[in-house]
Structures are given as structure tokens and as C-alpha cells.
């Protein structure tokens, strides 16, 4: 008799044990499945039909007043243009910015880790925004900057761990599509800074009493400030 244990152990050694390439394609065609159907249903959530609605105002010609940021308006009026007058067209590209997030969130934890861990959080990612919350499933703001936030996670990592002062526009640009796409893509800015402040530090000190002194210091600093 087949359990839940012998499914899950078997799920598992798949996870750990398959090549690579297997892997990526059951991540990849799991997501995809998961959310296909967003691509025939016009209405899913309120703030997406919204902003079509708006962009249709736009192309139009119309006075409009954007309900998110200028990234997403435009990345609805670009869906509308490229893949058709309906709201299932911006759900498209929800799947596309959901596959790309994917990849930069097994970048940053392959780096930090290594590949199995990437996967398996790639995975995770891809098959719990996609499966059972109408809030995820729609293509709100937050879908689309979860891809800029994973790629300024990434390039702050490259950046103060790996010299790769390269990764600095790829930094700067995450930050700033995040930021346009909704107001609360801000708080990309403040994780970074809250790891640069508090956590980053730990790695420059040699001794554990150094760091500790300095998290006192930059403590009191910042409650005397406010």
C-alpha cells in the first residue's frame, strides 16, 4: 500500500537525486500549470481589472489617473498591445515575471547554498503563488516586483560578497523598478539596508565582541533618533 510517507520520500530523493535539467523542467512546467488557467479567465481580483480598465483609457487617448505605478501601468498597456484587448492578456505576463522571478531566486540561494537549495526554493516560489490564493493568482503588484526585489537581492549579495561591483546597476535598476511598480516596492531599499546595517557587519569584524559592541552602538544611535 502506497502512504503519504512513501509518496513524500519519493518526491524527495526525485528532488535531491534527479539531474538538473529534469528538475527545472518539473519547476517550470508545474508553474505553468498551476496558473494557466489565469490565462482564460478575464476577471480574477479587483485591482487587476482596475487597471485595465485604465490602460484601455490610456490607449484610448483618454484622461486616466494610474491606480499602481508607471512600470505596471505600462507593463498592462504593453500586454494589451502585444497580446490582445482583454484582461487575461496582463495574466500572460504574469506567468512570464513568475518563471524570471524563478530564476533569480535559485540564483541567490544556489550562491548562498547551492543548486538543490535554489531549486527547491525556486520551487516552492513558483508552485505557492500559483496555486491556491486569488491574491496571488491575480497578477497584482507584488507579482511583478517580486521580480525586481529577487534581482536586487541577488546583485546586493554579488556586490558585498563576491566583489562583483558589476552587479551595482543591476542593483540600482531592481531597486527602482520596484519602487515604480508600487510605492511599497520601497521596502526592497529598506531589507538591504537593514542587512548592511545589521547583519552584513557581522561578516567585516574578526571578533564576535567587536560585533556585538557595534550593534549596541548603531542601537542606541538609532533609538536616539527616533
Known sequence: MITSKKLADSFWNHILQDKKWKLILFISAGTVVLRINTAFIDYIHVDVLTS?????????????????????????????????????SFHITGIVFILLTLVFIYLLARTVYNERTGLVAAMFYGFIISSYNIEFLATNAEVIYNLFFMISFYSFFMVAHRHGFVYTLPLAAGICLAVMTKY????????????????????????????????IFISVTIVSLI
Open 184 to 215: 511599497q516596492g520601497i521596502f526592497s531599499l529598506f531589507a538591504l539596508l537593514a542587512y548592511a546595517v545589521f547583519i552584513y557587519p557581522f561578516f567585516i569584524f574578526e571578533k564576535r565582541r567587536s560585533y556585538q559592541r557595534y550593534l
Open 52 to 88: 485595465y480598465l485604465i490602460a484601455l483609457r490610456d490607449l484610448d487617448g483618454l484622461p486616466f489617473v494610474p491606480n499602481k505605478g508607471p512600470v505596471y501601468h505600462s507593463l498592462v498597456k504593453w500586454s494589451v498591445l502585444l497580446l490582445g484587448k482583454s484582461p487575461t
